[in-house]
């Protein structure tokens, strides 16, 4: 596609279950980010992966979270034994930075994850 | 550290100027971004400016930065209700460092 995607779009599920979301970046693109977005509020940078390059996992929020990458396809986050505070909507991008190029991020629309 | 701020709502009459501000931490970012958001969608690029420029500008928005005082802000002429979005300034330093975004800036339009 000429986007990026993710899946599902919504996903309900109960407190303590676990979750996989899913990420299509651009085809080449070599970065991907995963942010958090709860509601009205701001951006929060959950992972990022570039390359061949060990990923970013500074911004996950406890062990509960983790992501993973196919080469430079798809990524999925996976949240365990998820809590009421992880509802918000998960937004992944992706980009074509290279060297000292720009890193313009084209985000999918996002999933929006509901803990009950 | 890495920090971007930003102030958090901003509320103009439309046909006003609006103006949004930024402030960043890293001396050597090398890219300054703004983003935009729509209700219910994924941020979408709007501008990016060099460290080395000093403005840029593009139709109704003009992009201003003051990289001695580490600060950028984003003027949108004759603002319209559906200029109405969140808006995001985010910075990088090229060679595979990740991008940081501030918080977003809520813009409100009233008609």
């Known amino acids: 596609g000429a986007g990026v995607s993710q899946s599902p779009s919504n996903k309900v599920t109960e407190k303590g279950k676990d979750v996989e979301l899913r990420c299509d970046p651009i085809?080449?693109?070599?970065?991907l980010y995963w942010y958090r977005q709860r509601l009205g509020q701001g951006l929060e940078f959950l992972i990022y992966?570039?390359?061949?390059?060990?990923?970013?996992k500074s911004g996950l929020p406890s062990d509960r979270f983790s992501a993973e990458r196919t080469g430079e396809s798809v990524s999925t986050l996976t949240i365990q034994r998820t809590q009421q505070e992880d509802s918000a909507v998960y937004l992944c991008?992706?980009?074509?930075?290279?060297?000292?190029?720009?890193?313009?991020?084209?985000f999918g629309p996002g999933t929006r994850l509901t803990v009950l | 550290g890495e920090d971007v701020e930003q102030s958090l709502f901003l509320s103009v009459r439309e046909g006003d100027s609006s103006v949004i501000n930024c402030t960043y931490t890293?001396?050597?970012?090398?890219?300054l971004y703004w983003y935009k958001q729509e209700p219910g969608a994924g941020l979408q690029l709007l501008t990016y400016?060099?460290?080395?420029?000093d403005m840029k500008q593009d139709q109704r928005l003009t992009v201003l930065l003051n990289k001695k005082d580490k600060h950028l802000s984003l003027r949108i002429a004759d603002t319209q209700t559906g200029d109405s979005a969140i808006y995001f300034c985010a910075e990088s330093k090229g060679g595979g460092f990740k991008t940081i975004f501030g918080a977003g800036t809520r813009l409100f339009v009233k008609a």
């Open positions: 890293d001396s050597s970012s090398t890219y």
């Open positions: 992966f570039q390359g061949n390059s060990a990923p970013d």
């Open positions: 991008a992706s980009s074509l930075y290279l060297g000292d190029t720009t890193d313009t991020q084209y």
């Open positions: 400016i060099f460290s080395n420029m």
């Open positions: 085809s080449g693109h070599t970065a």
